[in-house]
């Protein structure tokens, strides 16, 4: 008995691989988002993605994450952090244009796919593919250990948790929250979510949910994603490794440790969730709903008044690479562990 679930726990994780915020955690923010954007949104987004289930946007919250995985998709990797390259615990900061590689981050991706979900002229694919990484971005910027370089993002702090060895990184993505949890299947998400909305609107956090999305501008992209990057960042310091990460790598972070996390990945996931709902509503309002208004006339405007949609203009200036770039390429720009427990 006990040697047979063990080994299907070990399989499990070798199939489910790497991941960002775990499949709970991204399907978590997805169904928060889902009760907190219009009905109009929600037409518009199931009509991109061809799916108009109640889990429209929780069933390809991970597709990003399958994707860097793949061939095809490897060139995406970077774009599920940032590398904050501040000095934790004494000092926490996001600084864009420091921190965000040659080849793109969380920050330039929520920009460019920010641009490209509202483009009346991609076609119907490049709109699905920019709605899907977009979901995804905006979960994981809110998850400290992808706004934070040291030790890569803390996937070389080995730890063990409840009896696992494993790295810091992955514990935040998704053992600390199936933890709570008990499961990681869409329903397991669908409640976590109704729990938080809850929260969101006659508990917890109804004093500050507004604070969570105040000043977001879907015209000032950068500017809004480095404020969410920098309010994540903020917990390394001090909820994520307040003592150092020497401190965490000898003993069992659970259950002291895990107590201290829990609340804040509870936070971050309803907060990411409830940005994520305006954030589409902001982009459905501002770009497609007016073009829809404007008609069909104004979608053949000059296309040289256009920018090439390919995002290069949010890239920082290029610039040699830092050590923190050098690991983290070293790492074939992956965001994550091996996303297994090792015993
Ligand atoms: C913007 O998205 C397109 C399509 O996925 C991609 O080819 C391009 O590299 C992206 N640009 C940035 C800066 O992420
Ligand atoms: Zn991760
Ligand atoms: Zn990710």
Redesign the pocket.
Known sequence: MAPLSKLALVALGTVKGVA?WGVLGHATVAYVAQNYVSSDTASWAQGVLGDSSSSYLANIASW??DYRETTAGEWSAPL?FIDAEDNPPSSCNVDYDRDCGNSGCSISAIANYTQRVGDGRLSTDNVAEALRFLV?FIG?VTQPLHDEAYKVGGNEIEVTFNGYSDNLHADWDTYMPEQLIGGDSLSDAQSWAKTLTTEINSGNYKSQAASWIEGDSTSDTVSTATRWASDANAFVCSVVMPNGAAALETGDLYPTYYNSAIGTIELQIAKGGYRLGNWLNMVYTSEIAKRDLEGSDQKVRDTASYPDLLGREFLPEPRPLSRAKLARAAMEGS?CGSGKHDH
């Open positions: 960002a990003a994450d599920h995804h994981d965001c």
